[in-house]
């Protein structure tokens, strides 16, 4: 059963830093990764999606890699901002037909503080 | 763009009492998906429809949850009875066609409490 982990669960820095969070997850057999943002009393915002051939993907100042074979994701946060504060979640979607639902991982808490 | 759209957006009720939680998913999209998100499990996949045929129900906890998919622009998960450690924030999600390169998108969700 494919399990997903992320690393810290929480994480507060000062604004301005670069920051990584961390996804692993047990099986490579995965389909592709998505990198979802949470806000408090929201839904789950896509902001970038690794298929399983790609390595990694960049969308502003968000860069996310992908390592399939040892079971590893990073999402970058390049000069972060009060606004980055949210939960950040790590999902794989599997291979194989019929198992086309995410597993997802428990979530980074962020705070930037000003 | 319509999202995904769910109601009731936050739903309070008694134990013992039928719930019944509403999804829109995005036109033209014939994936449908359902999870519930809880404090100690996260993010779970209830089932997921593909063009309105349930095909994965794995992930329902129990014979008391039940979801129906009468057209590709209505979606229903329904709980009778209803019991208190059912209380979770329930999504919906939406996919255009399972290829590689497509996200689900995810509805704001519906905040339940069983008391």
């Known amino acids: 059963k494919q399990e997903v982990t992320q690393i810290p669960a929480a994480l507060s820095v000062p604004e301005g830093e670069n920051l990584v969070l961390n996804c692993s997850f047990t099986?490579?057999?995965?389909?592709?990764l998505q990198w979802f943002r949470q806000d408090p009393g929201k839904g789950l915002t896509s902001l970038l999606l690794i298929q399983s051939s790609q390595r990694e993907q960049t969308s502003g100042r968000l860069n996310a890699s992908l390592d399939k074979s040892s079971g590893r994701s990073t999402l970058y946060i390049a000069a972060s901002q009060p606004g980055d504060s949210a939960t950040y979640l790590c999902?794989?979607?599997?291979?194989?037909?019929?198992?086309?639902?995410?597993?997802f991982g428990k979530g980074t808490h962020l705070i930037i503080q000003p | 763009d319509a999202g995904v759209i769910q109601s009731p957006r936050h739903e309070v009720t008694e134990m013992g009492q039928e719930v019944t939680l509403r999804c829109k998913p995005i036109?033209?999209?014939?994936?449908l998906f359902w999870y519930r998100q809880t404090m100690m499990r996260g993010l779970e996949l209830l089932i997921y429809f593909n063009n309105n045929v349930p095909i994965d129900d794995s992930g329902m906890p129990e014979d008391r949850f039940s979801a129906k998919m009468p057209n590709a622009s209505f979606s229903t998960l329904k709980i009778q009875p209803s019991e208190p450690r059912d209380s979770a924030v329930y999504f919906c999600?939406?996919?255009?066609?399972?290829?590689?390169?497509?996200?689900?998108?995810f509805g704001d969700g519906t905040r339940l409490s069983i008391l």
């Open positions: 999902a794989v979607r599997p291979q194989g037909g019929g198992a086309d639902g995410l597993t």
């Open positions: 999600a939406s996919s255009l066609f399972q290829g590689p390169t497509q996200p689900q998108h």
């Open positions: 036109s033209g999209h014939d994936y």
């Open positions: 099986d490579s057999a995965i389909y592709n």
